[in-house]
């Protein structure tokens, strides 16, 4: 009977601390089948397998390394949704675990759109200003040369970069911040130098020169003979061409971050 009683009490106690494991896991990570979602997600098949391994392995050390989230995921075909309002839901859904912050970027195929989704915690540190443009700015242009795996590591070294300003800086990146009035003023002096110098040249070559008395000196007579003139407008044509562009959003809302074409 005794050991009975131990068997029971055992299997609860058992249970209840299976429980609340699980309990508290579930409250803090969000979970797939085997786990948290990955943070890379490649449904439009853009990747081989070693360059997914590899971009997977980068990514996890940038995570680590910062206590955030930066996935990567490619779909083919967002069904019409808009891709804002789709990485947002991703992000919310299975990426809103960062300690520190969490980002998506977003890849649809049929429709050729982009979008960067961050929490308001990941936005301190990649504003919607100028840490959005710098971050966009590293990774499109691999991205529309269809350099896929290039694109997302130079997503994920750049959101490193940033992280670690941030961190080391106490404020966000901001390229604006890069301008160094030494560096302009040392340009403007040399730029002046060789002006001088250019000029000096010029004026040495220039032995055949004299100054005229009068300015009728620099006229050539009877090179000229003008007997009419008259001014004719035609007409003006102007053609417009709308020119796609990225787009960041405003300092409102629950998230930031921003998207295009590509």
């Known amino acids: 009977m005794k050991k ?3 068997a029971l009490l055992s299997v609860l106690i058992l249970a209840v601390m299976m429980t609340t494991a699980f309990a508290a896991g579930s409250l803090t990570v969000p979970q797939h089948e085997n786990g948290p979602v990955p943070s890379v997600v490649d449904e439009a098949g ?3 397998d070693a360059q997914r391994q590899e971009l997977m392995s980068q ?3 940038v995570e680590r390394d910062h206590g955030v989230r930066i996935a990567v995921v490619t779909l083919k075909s967002l069904h019409g949704k808009q891709p804002g309002a789709t990485a947002d839901s991703i992000l919310d859904r299975d990426y809103a675990d960062g300690t520190h912050g969490s980002m998506v970027l977003l890849l649809a195929m049929d429709s ?5 989704s961050t929490d308001n915690t990941m936005r301190k540190r990649i504003t919607d200003e100028g840490g959005f443009k710098h971050l966009s700015e590293a990774f499109l242009p691999p991205l529309k040369e269809k350099k896929y795996a290039k694109a997302f590591q ?3 070294a750049t959101a490193d970069e940033m992280l670690g300003y941030y961190e080391e800086q106490g404020e966000p990146y901001d390229p604006a911040s890069d301008f160094n009035l030494l560096a302009l003023i040392i ?3 040399l730029a002046g130098l060789v002006a001088i110098g250019v000029w000096q040249i010029l004026v040495r070559q ?5 100054h005229a008395v009068a300015a009728d000196t620099y006229l050539q007579q009877d090179s000229v003979a003008l007997t009419e003139q008259s001014d004719t407008y ?8 709308r020119k796609a562009k990225s787009s960041s959003r405003s300092s409102g809302g629950s998230h930031g971050g921003g998207g295009g074409k590509f």
């Not at 050729?112 to 960067?116: A, L």
């Not at 035609?234 to 061409?241: A, D, E, G, I, Q």
């Open 154 to 156: 130079m997503y994920a």
């Open 187 to 189: 340009a403007v002096v």
């Open 234 to 241: 035609l007409y003006t044509s102007v053609t417009r061409t």
């Open 206 to 210: 220039l032995n055949n020169v004299m």
């Open 4 to 6: 009975r009683i131990v």
């Open 59 to 61: 990514i996890d050390q």
């Open 46 to 48: 853009l990747l081989t």
């Open 112 to 116: 050729r759109d982009w979008y960067v």
